[in-house]
């Protein structure tokens, strides 16, 4: 049987930065309500909500304090149903992010927690646990082990009794115990209450991260802890998360539709992440191998074998993404300026030619850059303070969409948003390109309308010159040119990212051919 996400195109909204229906800078679920047709006309099947759920926003929504109810600062459940129904009625279905390794430290749990003794089923509910190295007052000073914050620092902060509580991340951000039942039953519980909302589906943060290695023992010496972990540790990728997935996949399975999961699971290599989507666990998990990878034909080949090899062993198919909001966008990852664009816009054709699920991040479409020059004072990533403000974190990713070409924030709403946006983004956004022939707005719209029609069902690579690729992909060739030099090509151009120039492929350009 084929399901919608086999072979969807997922559209990543972060809801404070795409579209501000109320003009309080800050963007919000009427404004995304209000860019349907925008989504419709892209040519995309899906779209994936980063959290909108109340919280104090410590690190933008993935800190939260109500996991059933909308922040006001985005809405309220009506305005998610109608968001829902509106979406639905347009035929794109609705991804919304779980995150089940932490709560917000002003979540009820943990303030209850905080209240009450040590040992008790309160505090049972996450990681508290008694410091070493006691001072003169019997006051610990040191915290029960080595762990390190993602984030920066320690990965723990002490309680005012003197208890420690763990927290993979921000301080704000404790880490449930997943040994604890009782966290099991509220998270079925929170599926549930969005899946009877009638969601499609849901990005699970932290996936790799849940359960916890028993004793908590030091990590010791020589372990890198990257962003969000790429080896295996007392913390990450811990045999026993898999069976919460089982749990949450007969969850899934219990409901009509053809509800999904996936997973971001940062993991030491394509095989372990094959193990979140074995049959009866989550349908996808992000391969964010893309995200990473040098603009090199090698780099992009080895990727692309190793996720079609590894997902073809558990039956999953292949998922691709080149940027999401934690990570700088890729025109500027890929050189910025025109070599950048260029670069990223033969990515995407080529990402777009491959089967399987393909997640695209708001913004992407516009070839927006990573905005580097923000105000420190304005930067709330917590990694900035986390770090002693070395790490400038990825607020500049995050920064609002310009829909206009001109207006107190490019169209994104009636005032200024929460992060300045550069001044030449008027020339980039929606208005300036829709219509605009070899715009990049229109490269998306067109390879997602041809993707559409002529679904990838393969990757069958083709002899090619050095610094290329060439692969058939069941319905037409995408030929990429990773080189400084033009490469000549034959056949029926379908769509390229570049001119072509007397019959040769430019320098960091990708092109689609019939036949
Ligand atoms: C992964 C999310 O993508 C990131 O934005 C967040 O900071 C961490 N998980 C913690 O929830």
Known sequence: MRHWWHDAVIYQIYPRSFADGNGDGMGDLAGIKSRIPYLSRLGV???WLSPFYTSPQNDAGYDVADFRDVDPRFGDLSDFDELVTAAHAADLKVVVDIVPNHSSSEHPWFQAALAAEPGSPERALYHFRDGVAVDEDGVTT??????RSVFGGRAWTQAPDGQWYLHLFDSTQPDFNWDNPKVHEEFADILRFWLDRGVDGFRVD????????????????GLDIEMLGTTRSPFFDV?????IYRSWRQILDSYPGDRMAVAEAWVESPQRRANYVRGDELHQAFNFDLLVADFDAESYRSVIDAELTTVTSVDAPPTWVLSNHDRPRYVTRYGDGKKGLDRARAAVLTMLALPGSVYLYQGEELGLPEVLDLPDHLREDPTWHRSGFTEKGRDGCRVPLPWKRSGPSFGFGEAAGWLPQPSDWGEKSVEAQDGVEGSTLELYRSALALRRRDVPTKVAWLPSEADTLSFHNGCFRCVVNFGSQPVPVDGDVLLSSADLIDGALPSGAAAWFSG
């Open 45 to 47: 099947d899906a779209i």
């Open 142 to 147: 040191e915290p029960p082990n080595d762990w």
């Open 206 to 221: 932290v996936a790799h991260g849940l359960v916890k290695e028993p004793g908590l023992p030091d990590v010791g010496e």
């Open 239 to 243: 045999d026993g998360v898999h069976e």
